[in-house]
T-cell receptor, first 111, second 112 residues
Framework: DQQVKQNSPSLSVQEGRISILNCDYT??????FLWYKKYPAEGPTFLIS?????DKNEDGRFTVFLNKSAKHLSLHIVPSQPGDSAVYFC??????????FGTGTSLTVIP | DAGVIQSPRHEVTEMGQEVTLRCKPI?????LFWYRQTMMRGLELLIY????????DSGMPEDRFSAKMPNASFSTLKIQPSEPRDSAVYFC??????????FGDGTRLSIL
């Protein structure tokens, strides 16, 4: 059973607008969350992370929000750029060793 | 830093053949992970090693799959015999502990 879920397989956004990617999890023991970005024919690359002691972490155009009570994670990209078009995976871990990944959301930023 | 190196990048073989996927982790990383990516299940963890020791192989689909890490700079994932349902992209990743994982570019495996 998927412990990390990304219910939107795809998302299209106009360049310059905000992209919001969502992720839900079921395991209350998860305490560290990450977002990865994946281009075709490449491996996922680490984008941004957040610890369960925080509810927001920002890095340039990328902000991750964590709502522990709702077991919900989101990634905001502002402003979106065509180079942001990729598949985004969220991941979570209870221990820092074993990571559980979602199925990914394919983001297309339209110029 | 060369990153995580996987070989081959593509593998096409017939059902029943043995397949060996290879991975060289980033030097100094003490954890190594093997994942399989499918459309239905996303990235599934197959097995991970800490300091060359297998810690959790509960994600390995069945006895046809085996993984080894004979030293800190090399790991293999073997499928014997291979079946068409094993077709997927297989990723290797390494990480320092604690820390995010660094992925290789994957091996696209097709079993005919």
């Amino acid at each position: 059973d998927q412990q990390v879920k990304q219910n939107s397989p795809s998302l299209s956004v106009q360049e310059g607008r905000i992209s919001i990617l969502n992720c839900d999890y079921t395991n209350s023991m998860f305490d560290y969350f990450l977002w990865y970005k994946k281009y075709p024919a490449e491996g996922p690359t680490f984008l941004i992370s957040i610890s369960s002691i925080k509810d927001k972490n920002e890095d340039g155009r990328f902000t991750v929000f964590l709502n522990k009570s709702a077991k919900h994670l989101s990634l905001h990209i502002v402003p979106s750029q065509p180079g942001d078009s990729a598949v985004y995976f969220c991941a979570a871990t209870p221990t820092g060793n074993q990571f559980y990944f979602g199925t990914g959301t394919s983001l297309t930023v339209i110029p | 830093d060369a990153g995580v190196i996987q070989s081959p990048r593509h593998e096409v073989t017939e059902m029943g053949q043995e397949v060996t996927l290879r991975c060289k982790p980033i030097s100094g990383h003490n954890s190594l992970f093997w994942y399989r990516q499918t459309m239905m299940r996303g990235l599934e963890l197959l097995i991970y090693f800490n300091n060359n020791v297998p810690i959790d192989d509960s994600g390995m689909p069945e006895d046809r799959f085996s993984a080894k890490m004979p030293n800190a700079s090399f790991s293999t994932l073997k499928i014997q015999p291979s079946e068409p349902r094993d077709s997927a992209v297989y990723f290797c990743a390494s990480s320092p502990l604690p820390g995010p994982q660094h992925f290789g570019d994957g091996t696209r495996l097709s079993i005919l």
